[in-house]
């Protein structure tokens, strides 16, 4: 399996708080994805990186900032917490723009 | 309307039964990649493709690029392919962005 550590794995926290979510990997892989995924919507792309210091958006990121200072971590946060993002958050990383994904295992977050 | 429809939504068969999930989307891709997500668990990779077939095991997947079509079939299933099955385009565009589909729920009876 691709070594692929999200953190944590679970989470409650109270609207208006900041949030980060960790994802780190040991595969040396160049692209790293975060996506949420809920009931309805499916999986969602919220921000991407192709490289250390270098990210884009997703179609899902209102509300979300990113940063990758070195290759093998890329870190989501919410800065200010709301409901709405109450979701399951999937990292996942890849070789290159066409190589498969893998997938962390998620981190469930509540916002209360 | 999504850019990548699937179906069926829900899909019931008997262990040993030949398995279809249709994946369908909009615009030209690079790559059709197929997922596998265990209830309450991860998501595993099975294919990606971006012409012809691919197959591993009793897992086959095709696409079709001018029909803007795939297929992922499953031979001889049996209870343990019980999974949702999720099928993601990554856009004519570069990053590897996926766009995915809702997912079809595979439940297969023993």
């Known amino acids: 399996d691709a070594g692929i550590t999200q953190s944590p794995r679970h989470k409650v926290t109270e609207t208006g708080t900041p949030v980060t979510l960790r994802c780190h990997q040991t595969e040396n892989h160049r692209y790293m994805y975060w996506y949420r995924q809920d009931p309805g919507h499916g999986l969602r792309l919220i921000h991407y990186?192709?490289?250390?210091?270098?990210?884009d958006k997703g179609e899902v990121s209102d509300g979300y900032s990113v940063s990758r200072s070195k290759t093998e971590d890329f870190l989501l946060t919410l800065e200010s917490a709301t409901s709405s993002q109450t979701s399951v958050y999937f990292c996942?990383?890849?070789?290159?723009?066409?190589?498969?994904?893998?997938f962390g295992d998620g981190t469930r977050l509540s916002i209360l | 309307k999504n850019e990548v429809e699937q179906s069926p939504q829900n899909l019931t068969a008997q262990e040993g039964e030949f398995i279809t999930i249709n994946c369908s989307y909009s615009?030209?891709?690079?790559?059709l990649h197929w997922l596998q997500q265990h209830p309450g668990g991860g998501i595993v990779s099975l294919f990606m493709l971006s012409s012809g077939k691919k197959k591993h095991g009793r897992l086959i997947a095709t696409i079709n690029i001018q029909e803007k079509h795939s297929s992922l079939h499953i031979t001889a299933s049996h209870p343990r392919d019980s999974a949702v099955y999720i099928c993601a385009m990554a856009g004519g565009t570069s990053y590897g962005k996926l766009t995915f589909g809702q997912g079809t729920i595979l439940t297969v009876h023993p």
């Open positions: 996942a990383i890849s070789e290159g723009p066409n190589q498969p994904q893998h």
């Open positions: 615009v030209g891709i690079s790559a």
């Open positions: 990186s192709y490289g250390v210091k270098d990210t």
